[in-house]
T-cell receptor
Framework: DGGITQSPKYLFRKEGQNVTLSCEQN?????MYWYRQDPGQGLRLIYY???????QKGDIAEGYSVSREKKESFPLTVTSAQKNPTAFYLC???????????????FGPGTRLTVL | GNSVTQMEGPVTLSEEAFLTINCTYT??????LFWYVQYPGEGLQLLLK?????DKGSNKGFEATYRKETTSFHLEKGSVQVSDSAVYFC???????????FGEGTQLTVNP
């Protein structure tokens, strides 16, 4: 069954600690994305990657880091530099189409991070 | 830059009522347009999409038509059900890019 998995579903962190959120896809998609969602708001792009070993900052990259060592995996680390990390984090992926642009994005189930 | 504006929510309807959620956009060129739905505590699911002017996307009784002249992509459903209660997001993607620009989302509640 193809899809995007995110783990864990709920994550609790003490202030000052780094934490890594997992995102895995078996759709053979080239591009992967991380979004942050705050209550009652839309999605904001944190980082995205269009190919292995390459990634770009989104609109709110400060306090976050990513890696893309494998096509299937795009983990997100929320560092202690992120001032307000409590949020719902969503991972997405898409395939490339002719001309190099990306096709429709498909989303994982999300991870809810709470800082205690 | 690109932007998407959705009608403000929340929207509350009775079962079998007609639904319209307005979405207008600002973009250069010919973007692709999407509606996503988010049920409580879950990720986003693609509801429908349209990739060029006058295209109509449809799925599960929902429809939206890509109107270039009014830069709109309004979501409609003729008869809503309680199970349609969710948050609906309108989004656009530029032709040559990969990033999505989202609207703020519209909370829909359908009462029996």
């Amino acid at each position: 069954d193809g899809g995007i998995t995110q783990s864990p579903k709920y994550l609790f962190r003490k202030e000052g600690q780094n934490v890594t959120l997992s995102c895995e896809q078996n759709l053979n998609h080239d591009a992967m994305y991380w979004y942050r969602q705050d209550p009652g708001q839309g999605l904001r792009l944190i980082y995205y990657s269009q190919i292995v070993n390459d990634f770009q900052k989104g609109d709110i990259a400060e306090g976050y880091s990513v890696s893309r060592e494998k096509k299937e995996s795009f983990p997100l680390t929320v560092t202690s530099a992120q001032k307000n990390p409590t949020a719902f984090y969503l991972c997405a992926s898409s395939k490339k189409v002719a001309g190099g642009s990306a096709d429709t994005q498909y989303f994982g189930p999300g991870t809810r991070l709470t800082v205690l | 830059g690109n932007s998407v504006t959705q009608m403000e929510g929340p929207v509350t309807l009775s079962e079998e009522a007609f639904l319209t959620i307005n979405c207008t956009y600002t973009a250069t060129g010919y973007p692709s347009l999407f509606w996503y739905v988010q049920y409580p505590g879950e990720g986003l699911q693609l509801l429908l999409k349209a990739t060029k002017a006058d295209d109509k996307g449809s799925n599960k009784g929902f429809e939206a038509t890509y109107r270039k002249e009014t830069t709109s992509f309004h979501l409609e459903k003729g008869s809503v059900q309680v199970s349609d209660s969710a948050v609906y997001f309108c989004a656009l993607k530029e032709t040559s890019g990969s990033r999505l620009t989202f609207g703020e989302g519209t909370q829909l509640t359908v009462n029996p």
